[in-house]
């Protein structure tokens, strides 16, 4: 009698642990519920967002949202969300989340006008935000222009690959120069002017160097090699936007390239690279200016593959990966 007493009791345990793992199951894919906020979106919130956007993200050190941040080589994000429905209109998607996952999965898919191929895939190295992380700078986006709408959100989740897990989630390792190289080396280079790299002539690191082209203080943190390696030989196969290289014909007849470092109503300075130690800046007034365009080559020397060793080119590259802050 006490054996199948027993008995009835397991198999009572047994539908129950059924139902429930059946009521668990069903509750998770349908995402939590919603009810109560469920510790599914604990994490995710405009506020979070915002502290990964100027950390962790390393967003601001390309974009800036407003007066926050300085950084000009990326479209600036403030009130990204109600531009978000300008862009679709261009794009395609069917909502402005949808647009902003898209940009920040698949950066190269759409690129905003007048901004060159330079944004990373932020869930790979350098950067490697975790799923919820970009979850949480997409509340923090929508929060610029838009209402919050966690929900909107999460629909979107399982397009967010893990961090690392991009192009089929292979593992990923750490980056080795195809040669021994010295970042130590590199850092000599990159700050000797009469060297033969010179970098410092026209970018910044730091505060050390001339303000004329991108500051590359913490680039490491946010490109990879692969990408330093490309910006050194083919300058020009990506052009960071406001460096682009301008055509100018004075009223005289003499032509000038170079940057556009001021542009006001009256004058404008333009910086440019006639071989010496340093960059010189050129003042025009507005009616001076007789012809100008826009080039699509880069002011920066296009003959690094010629002036650097291997050796050089590695001990360089090592140094700016190790920028990274
Ligand atoms: C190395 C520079 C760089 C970093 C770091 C970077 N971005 Fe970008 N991002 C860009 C550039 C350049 C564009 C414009 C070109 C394009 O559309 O890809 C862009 C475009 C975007 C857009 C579309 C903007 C619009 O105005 O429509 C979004 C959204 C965005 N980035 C989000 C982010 C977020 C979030 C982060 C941090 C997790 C981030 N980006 C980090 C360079 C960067
Ligand atoms: C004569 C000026 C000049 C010199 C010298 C120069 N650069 Fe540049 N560099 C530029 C300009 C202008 C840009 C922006 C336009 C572009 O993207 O090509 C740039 C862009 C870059 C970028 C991409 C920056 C970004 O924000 O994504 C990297 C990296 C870079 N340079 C590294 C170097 C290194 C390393 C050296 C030295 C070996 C060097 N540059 C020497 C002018 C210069």
């Known amino acids: 009698m006490s054996k199948s007493f027993l008995l009835i009791i397991a198999f009572g345990a ?17 995402g939590g519920g919603g009810h109560g906020g469920g510790g599914d979106t604990g994490g995710i919130s405009a506020e979070v967002g915002k502290e990964i956007y100027f950390g962790d993200g390393q967003c601001s050190t390309c974009h800036k949202v407003g007066g926050e941040g300085s950084a000009t080589r990326c479209p600036d994000h403030e009130g990204v969300f109600a531009t978000a429905f300008e862009r679709i209109k261009e794009t395609g998607d ?9 940009s920040i999965v698949d950066p190269q898919a759409y690129i905003v006008k007048g901004f060159g ?4 895939k932020v869930f790979n190295p350098p950067i490697m935000l975790s799923q919820e ?7 923090y986006l929508q929060s610029l222009g838009g209402d919050e709408d966690i929900d909107a959100i999460m629909q979107f989740k399982d397009m967010i690959p893990e961090a690392g897990g991009g192009e ?3 593992e990923i390792k750490p980056w080795a120069p195809p040669l021994p190289a010295d970042p130590v080396a590199g850092e000599k280079l990159f700050f000797d002017i009469n060297g033969p790299a010179g970098c410092v002539k026209c970018h910044t690191i730091m505060n050390k160097g001339a303000k004329v082209c991108p500051d590359l203080t913490g680039i490491g943190a946010v490109q990879l090699p692969e990408y330093f390696v490309e910006s050194i030989l083919q300058p020009s196969a990506v052009i960071v936007n406001g460096f682009e290289t301008v055509y100018l ?14 542009d006001t109503e009256t004058e404008l300075d333009l910086a440019v690279d006639e071989g010496g130690s340093e960059i010189t800046i050129y003042t025009f007034g507005k009616d001076e200016i007789e012809e100008m365009a826009k080039q699509d080559v880069s002011m920066m020397p296009g003959n690094f593959s010629e002036m650097l060793s291997a050796k050089q080119l590695y001990d360089i ?4 990966v190790s920028q990274k802050s």
């Open 14 to 30: 047994l539908v129950l642990g059924l139902f429930i793992g059946i009521c668990y199951y069903v509750t998770n894919l349908s």
């Open 117 to 120: 191929k330079i944004m990373p």
């Open 168 to 170: 089929g989630g292979e």
């Open 317 to 320: 590259v090592s140094f700016l």
């Open 94 to 102: 069917k909502s402005p989340m949808e647009y902003l996952v898209k």
């Open 133 to 139: 992380k970009i979850l949480a700078v997409l509340a």
């Open 249 to 262: 014909v004075d009223i005289d007849g003499v032509p000038y390239s170079g940057i556009i470092k001021r």
